[in-house]
Nanobody, 122 residues
């Protein structure tokens, strides 16, 4: 069992930056590919970014490519998401998740955190 806890969300102006972190307990994250997803009320949870267990391979949704960067530190059992050039449409609750394989599909992820709110004002 893996417990995931996100942090780093907050309120920021358009064009600003935030860094989200996902800390794990219960089992080492180095065994898992990790993903970030986001959700706004009334909409489906959508893929943001993912990274393989080794950190060698990453993937991004087109909407965030070039603005967000996913990274991991297996020694610290954490995964991060750097959010730059934020836009109001990035406002959502952001979730980290763990999977056996890197995927864009939320159904492939077995463990989820509780989420952290990101609000971008115009």
């Amino acid at each position: 069992q893996v417990q995931l806890v996100e942090s780093g969300g907050g309120l920021v102006q358009a064009g600003g930056s935030l860094r989200l972190s996902c800390a794990a307990s219960g089992r080492t994250l180095s065994k898992y590919a990790m993903g970030w997803f986001r959700q706004v009320p009334g909409k489906d949870r959508e893929y943001v970014a993912s990274i393989t267990w080794s950190g060698v391979s990453t993937g991004y949704a087109d909407s965030v490519k070039g603005r967000f960067v996913i990274s991991r530190d297996n020694a610290k059992n954490t995964v991060s998401l750097q959010l730059d050039s934020l836009k109001p449409e990035d406002t959502a609750v952001y979730y980290c998740a763990a999977s056996n394989y890197r995927s864009m599909l939320k159904g492939r992820y077995d463990y989820w955190g509780q989420g952290t709110q990101v609000t971008v004002s115009s």
